[in-house]
């Protein structure tokens, strides 16, 4: 299967990137890499028209790929140096998982929906993208493969969860968004020693919850 990279594709792209410029994103690795990732690929083909503005599309099992401007804003506060170890919370359609990975880190995705696993799992590599990608319960993390330079959390969770701020080194940050249903505030949570955490505040976000534990 080849993607499809049109220049009204590339074109659009551009577009998204001036928008992400306007709404307060000045990160420029963040900026240069989603200028480059075809987010059109990630989504059904009944979306294509659609994929460069600032929406968020159903990818199944009541999942969704967030708005351009959350990847962006989550990214740009991870602030990804190269080579760093990033463990992501709800690989979903791979798109926020690429962007890391643009950014040069070494990625770790946990994904609770088989279906997604599954899928992503056979898509990336055809993009070049080969992050390391786990079917399994994102509460608990990847205990083998901690700690992590930084963790992402794609899903709104309720808490944080225990075991993902063990998995952070200590100077490590964790971006992650804490709320109900309803709606969420984005907190970055910088681990300060084993036992102090110092957490920021960053508005208002609305994500599709993370699930509970899987069985």
Do not use: W
Request: net charge positive.
């Amino acid at each position: 299967m080849q993607i499809k990279d049109s220049f009204k594709h590339k074109g659009r792209r551009l577009q998204m990137v001036e928008m992400l410029k306007e709404m307060g994103i000045v990160n420029g690795n963040v900026l240069a890499v989603m200028a480059q990732i075809p987010r059109h690929a990630f989504l059904d083909e009944a979306f294509f028209e659609f994929a460069y503005e600032n929406r968020a599309f159903q990818i199944g099992e009541g999942q969704t790929i967030s708005q351009p401007y959350t990847v962006a804003f989550q990214t740009q506060l991870l602030n990804v140096v190269k080579n760093e170890k990033i463990l992501e919370i709800g690989t979903g359609s791979g798109y926020q998982t690429s962007v890391l990975c643009g950014l040069g880190a070494k990625v770790f995705s946990i994904e609770r929906q088989k279906y997604l696993y599954e899928k992503t799992k056979k898509f990336l590599p055809l993009l070049n993208i080969n992050p390391k990608l786990f079917y399994g319960d994102g509460y608990l993390g990847l205990p083998p493969f901690a700690p992590f330079d930084k963790i992402l959390v794609t899903a709104g969770a309720p808490y944080v969860p225990e075991p993902l701020k063990h998995q952070l080194k200590v100077g490590g940050t964790m971006v992650i968004p804490v709320g109900d249903n309803k709606g969420q505030k984005m907190y970055s949570i910088t681990k300060i020693d084993e036992n102090n955490f110092e957490s920021q505040l960053h508005g208002d976000f609305q994500f599709v919850p993370l699930l509970e534990q899987k069985h």
